[in-house]
């Protein structure tokens, strides 16, 4: 694993460094006002300004090629852009585009390209995803969601669940069951839906910090057309391989790592006000920022791996589990930090510093260790595929 820039890569670093300056961070708030930068919504047409200058590089799915809107880059390139990107606090991308644009690109007709691709890119269309369902989640393989052949349509009746952006999504990519008698993984197909379609219904999950980002969606007789469909009929499982690319990014491990530093600084103010943070809480602040640290190496390893042309499976399971397990530790030290206000909503003295209440982000981050694949599974995967242990 190399740490350092090749004179390249650096060249490379350096420009992307400048686009940012120029386009992201000439135009950004100061972070010395009242109300924190990471707290305040972001400028609509700000961010679509961005996106749009991002779309004009190729810069949006900088891995596809150009004849798509891409830029044909290489691993290491898109990882120094998604560093960069990230290290600015700019948005990288439009809502789920790297899990279903891949797929599309992989595995999609070229009229599937020519329809999909270029909206995307351009933010045009929301997309969500279909695939958990209330008693096949962590077993995703045993979704009941059918889809009949009807000629040159499937009839979709069944329900997903936890569908973030359904309520505002133009279309959704599924997993449906086309096979019932066929074993689980090989009786499916990824279906692209027009979330228009008659006979879908969507309704809200509220979580525990009143966010509605969830979704459950029944759909009842929905005529979807084959042609539509990605890749082969029934073998679908095959084609829905958008999670590895889901647990293989470097964002995360920035994240932390800002939320440490504003901690940090946190814990230097009390201590400059004569209102020092108990000592055990300063040790834990010192050990979220070690395993900040942990959370980018592994980062690193996955990069690596895809590098040198690999699927980074195990790998990008051991830096899922652990950044997302470690998104909790940080919100807790922050609760610890900030005493009884940290249970507070409001927008005062320790949220300037950190960035966020306190408690809204222990209760956002509850799920993190089961979206995307829970920590069991992923420690699961670790175990097979990575250390060769047997199944159970």
Not at 130 to 139: A, I, K, V
Not at 227 to 240: A, Q, S
Not at 281 to 294: F, K, M, N, S, W
Not at 365 to 386: C, H, Y
């Amino acid at each position: 694993m190399r740490f350092q820039d090749s004179p390249e890569l650096a060249a490379w670093r350096a420009q992307v460094r400048d686009f940012v300056d120029e386009h992201w961070r000439a135009g950004a708030p100061a972070e010395d006002g009242e109300e924190s930068p990471f707290e305040a919504p972001q400028d609509e047409d700000r961010v679509k300004r961005w996106l749009d200058r991002l779309a004009e590089n190729g810069w949006i799915a900088p891995a596809w090629p150009k004849k798509y809107g891409g830029a044909d880059m290489s691993v290491l390139e898109q990882f120094v852009l998604s560093q960069e990107l990230h290290e600015a606090g700019a948005p990288t991308s439009r809502q789920m585009l790297n899990l279903v644009g891949p797929t599309i690109m992989l595995h999609g007709t070229e009229e599937q390209k020519a329809e999909h691709l270029p909206p995307m890119l351009r933010g045009e269309v929301a997309w969500c995803q279909g695939f958990s369902e209330p008693g096949s989640g962590s077993d995703l393989a045993s979704l009941q969601t059918r889809a009949v052949r009807d000629g040159d349509e499937y009839v979709v009746n069944g329900q997903k669940i936890w569908t973030s952006g359904a309520h505002r999504a133009d279309w959704m990519f599924m997993l449906v069951r086309t096979d019932p008698d066929a074993p689980k993984h090989r009786g499916i197909s990824y279906l692209l839906v027009d979330m228009k379609s008659p006979g879908i219904t969507v309704r809200p999950l509220i979580n525990m910090a009143n966010g509605h980002v969830f979704n459950e969606v029944f759909f009842e007789d929905v005529r979807v057309p084959v042609r539509n469909r990605v890749g082969e009929e029934h073998r679908g499982w095959y084609v829905g391989t958008t999670l590895d690319f889901e647990r293989s990014n470097i964002a995360r491990a920035i994240t932390a790592r800002k939320n440490v530093e504003r901690m940090a600084k946190y814990v230097r103010g009390r201590a400059a006000a004569g209102r020092p943070v108990a000592a055990a809480y300063r040790l834990e602040v010192a050990d979220r920022a070690v395993e900040t640290a942990v959370c980018e190496l592994l980062s690193f390893v996955v990069i690596s791996v895809q590098a040198r042309g690999g699927v980074p499976n195990m790998e990008a399971s051991m830096c899922k589990m652990y950044g997302s397990e470690l998104s909790q530790r940080i919100a807790l030290t922050k609760m610890h930090l900030t005493g009884m206000t940290g249970q507070l909503r409001a927008f005062g003295e320790p949220e300037r510093v950190l960035g966020r209440s306190a408690a809204l982000e222990y209760m956002q981050v509850v799920p993190a260790t089961i979206a995307a694949g829970t920590s069991e599974i992923q420690r699961n995967i670790i175990a097979t595929r990575g250390l060769g242990l047997p199944r159970g």
